[in-house]
């Protein structure tokens, strides 16, 4: 498959789940493959780290690893084929019970500024002299990995938002304007009576060095029309932070 239409399958496949971790794509009949950490930081001074693949159901498994990098561009995903990172072994196998680990290797230089990739577990369906009666629990995880750039000097996403309105959609925008990735979570919308709503529990999603990404949001449109400050939690702090809004566009 050439790398356009392997980029494209790529979209296809995780278009709007990108960013949750892992996807169950059928319904389960036991525990399985299990991934770990969520997610990897990989420091100019490293050239590799590891994941532990896992299988915690009690039938053997098979897992593929792929990796890609991760790009936002016009506040959407894209991924795209990468020389840059290695995940190695690319295919293994599992007995229950069993765990492996898995090498992430950058391939080059660090880079000059913070880069962003995806590494894609599947677990494969089983064989058809494997397969058991009804339906099978396929997973995948995407798990974000962070290449950090050269030089001693501290990163930091920096931030800015902007909330637009299409009749009662509202779809908030986030450039990250820094040069450290940023995890927003737990976004709230406090108006100005101070008055706490709940927008987005949880993890909403990546802003990318430099780049942005734009959300479709389920909150009330009046609501967020109105005065008030929009709050997140970012990497984890356990400090929310104000989001500084531009001018929404109405």
Same mark, same amino acid.
């Given at each position: ?6 980029? !494209? ?11 949750? #971790?892992? $996807?169950?794509?059928?319904?389960? /009949? ?9 997610? &990897? ?11 532990? /693949?896992? +299988?915690?159901? @009690? %039938? ?8 890609? !990098? ?21 295919? &293994? *196998? ?23 990739? %995806? $590494? ?7 064989? @058809?002299?494997?397969?058991? *009666? ?12 962070? &290449? ?9 996403? @920096? ?7 299409? #009749?009662?959609?509202? %779809?908030?925008?986030? !450039? +990250? %304007? ?5 995890? =927003? ?11 706490? !709503? *709940?927008?987005?529990?949880?993890? $909403? ?18 609501? =967020?029309?109105?005065? #008030? ?5 970012? +990497? ?6 104000? /989001?500084?809004? @531009?001018?929404?566009?109405?």
């Amino acid at each position: 498959m050439s790398g356009r239409r392997l980029a !494209h399958a790529v979209r296809a496949a995780l278009a709007g789940a990108a960013l949750s #971790g892992v $996807l169950a794509l059928a319904p389960a /009949l036991a525990a399985g493959l299990q991934v770990t950490p969520t997610s &990897l930081t990989l420091p100019a001074g490293k050239s590799a780290d590891g994941l532990w /693949l896992s +299988n915690t159901g @009690d %039938r053997p498994l098979r897992a593929q690893i792929r990796v890609f !990098h991760w790009i936002q561009e016009n506040g959407e995903e894209r991924f795209e084929p990468t020389r840059a990172l290695a995940a190695s072994p690319p295919m &293994l *196998a599992l007995a229950p019970g069993a765990r492996q680990l898995v090498r992430v290797i950058r391939l080059g230089a660090p880079p000059a500024a913070e880069e962003a990739y %995806r $590494l894609i577990v599947d677990e494969l369906p089983p064989g @058809d002299r494997d397969r058991p *009666a009804g339906l099978q629990f396929v997973l995948r995880y995407s798990v974000p990995v962070f &290449l950090a750039p050269t030089g001693d000097a501290t990163i930091a996403p @920096d931030l800015r938002a902007q909330l637009e309105f299409d #009749g009662a959609q509202a %779809r908030l925008t986030v !450039h +990250n %304007r820094g040069s450290q990735h940023a995890q =927003l979570a737990d976004l709230s919308f406090v108006d100005a009576q101070g008055g706490r !709503h *709940a927008i987005a529990p949880g993890l $909403l999603g990546y802003a990318l060095a430099g780049q942005g990404m734009r959300w479709s949001l389920t909150g009330s449109a009046d609501l =967020l029309r109105g005065p #008030g400050t929009l709050k997140a939690r970012v +990497n984890g702090e356990p400090i929310e932070r104000t /989001l500084a809004l @531009d001018s929404p566009a109405r």
